[in-house]
Structure formats: C-alpha cells, structure tokens
C-alpha cells in the first residue's frame, strides 16, 4: 500500500479526533488541513475558518476569527517591512 492509499484509508471513515464531520463537509471532499498545512500558522487559520465557516460554529464567528487571523498577519508584514 503506497502513501496516497494508506492517508485514504486513515481518513475514510468517521472519527471524532481525526476526521469530524465539520473538517469534510467542503462540497470539494478536501479537507482544509490539506490546504492549511502548507501556509504560515495565521495565513493558515484564516482560511480553515473561512474554509468552515458555519459548519461547526456561527458562520458571522468563524468569518470574524478569520478576519482577526487576517489582521494579525498584516500587522506582522508591516512590522517586518518596517525593520526589514
């Protein structure tokens, strides 16, 4: 069994600490870990909550941590090109 198939199988099936429901309901069957993990941790955040906004908690909530994620992050750019 190669990689792709034994992270299929990993994922397949139901599990509240792997695979909860709210981290698979995106229309395209990627999870936003898939994407996330390849993005600094505030760039990634802002896109897992937009990603899921309204499948586990408010969407207006989800929407507002991610624009926090969103501000926290370009006020470190602007910090670093302040110093840079």
């Known amino acids: 069994m190669g990689d792709d198939e034994a992270k299929q199988d990993e994922t397949a099936v139901y599990d509240p600490i792997k695979r909860p429901l ?10 936003s870990i898939d994407v996330v993990e390849h993005l600094n941790f ?10 899921r906004a309204g499948l586990k908690d408010d969407a207006i909530q989800d929407l507002e941590k991610a ?13 670093e090109k302040s110093h840079g």
């Open 22 to 31: 709210h981290y698979n309901s995106n229309p395209s069957g990627i999870e």
């Open 42 to 51: 505030c760039r990634g955040n802002a896109i897992k909550y937009i990603w």
């Open 67 to 79: 624009r926090w994620y969103i501000e926290r992050e370009i006020a470190r750019i602007k910090k």
